[in-house]
């Protein structure tokens, strides 16, 4: 058996696609890997490019683009190791992370999920620890109090932005670009809701497993570089409606029907208030700005998603 299993799920990221890859196969350590790249019926040669660049990596091509969740699945299904390792294609590992991550969970067999210090293309530091969803959090980011008071845990947003990754520690989520995975606590918990098609199958995978007595841990002991919206850079708009037709799938399937319901307005305000400022900051600039002029039709796309409901 192998020690670890990378999975790495592709959508027209070719170049992000290889850069991962080679910070794979220049790294050392003890610890055996397998790398699995699940390619969701890209057109930009990505799969051509991986097998011509790195032989002794799996392709496993997809018929259509079946999400994260069902990709991410299907390469678990054709895994042997003891972890399995997440990592998002716009993701650079840096050379010891693998071994320190895996090392930790040896010697911490409770631990059910890990994850590293991310990173920016600056190197700067990339906050990746959340606090599950709450009616707090997310009025929190509506009202704009996670602004207002940045160093605040009781006014944070979902994301953690006032810890300063720098030591160990639990937490409710950490961010799906890379999560090292034990096996033993994958057959107890289940694979990934493939209902989510992107975004928010990671909080639903951590809830699940801090219901079944594993651990989520961060561990800045290991590093990598996550440059960011890999995929969701093609199409924007169509990413944002997926952003909250996966938050209304985890509220649906984690809470209450009020808390849904209450879930619900706030959402409405939320893009409520996002799109008449951007409206009103159009207008104001001469109706030149096509930028904002997407976001608005974005916010106006999403805020319809909201009012007529998200299929079952």
């Not at 390792?85 to 993701?91: G, Y």
């Not at 570089?225 to 399937?253: M, N, V």
């Amino acid at each position: 058996m192998m020690n670890v299993s990378i999975i790495i799920v592709n959508w027209n990221t070719k170049a992000l696609l290889l850069q991962c890859l080679e910070s794979l196969s220049t790294r050392s350590g003890q610890y055996t890997i397998e790398i699995i790249v699940v390619d969701n019926a890209s057109s930009d040669g990505s799969v051509e490019a991986v097998k011509n660049s790195f032989p002794q990596v799996t392709v496993i091509r997809n018929e259509a683009n079946f999400g994260f969740a069902k990709a991410t699945n299907i390469g678990l299904q054709s895994s042997s190791g003891r972890y399995a390792c997440l990592v998002n294609s716009d993701v650079v590992i840096r050379d010891d992370c693998i071994d320190r991550l895996c090392e930790y969970m040896d010697q911490h067999p409770s631990i059910g999920i890990s994850g590293p210090r991310l990173l920016n293309s600056d190197l700067s530091m990339q906050p990746s620890c959340k606090y599950f969803p709450s009616l707090w959090n997310n009025l929190c980011v509506t009202l704009g109090l996670y602004k207002l008071f940045p160093q605040s845990a009781f006014f944070s947003s979902e994301h953690m932005w006032f810890f300063a990754h720098n030591e160990i520690k639990y937490v409710d989520v950490l961010v799906g670009a890379f999560l090292m995975v034990r096996r033993k606590a994958i057959d107890q918990v289940g694979l990934l809701d493939e209902r989510f098609f992107i975004y928010g199958e990671e909080t639903d995978w951590c809830r699940r497993f801090w219901n079944a007595g594993w651990k989520i841990v961060f561990n800045p002991q290991g590093e990598a570089i996550h440059f960011g919206a890999g995929s969701s850079s093609a199409d924007p708009g169509r990413f944002s409606r997926e952003l909250y037709r996966s938050k209304r799938i985890y509220w649906k399937k984690n809470h209450s029907f009020l808390t849904q319901t209450v879930f619900m307005l706030i959402s409405l305000l939320n893009q409520g208030m996002r799109l008449l400022r951007g409206i009103l900051i159009y207008t104001g600039t001469g109706f030149k700005n096509k930028e904002l002029l997407q976001q608005i039709k974005t916010n106006a796309s999403v805020l319809k998603l909201i009012l007529i409901g998200v299929p079952k």
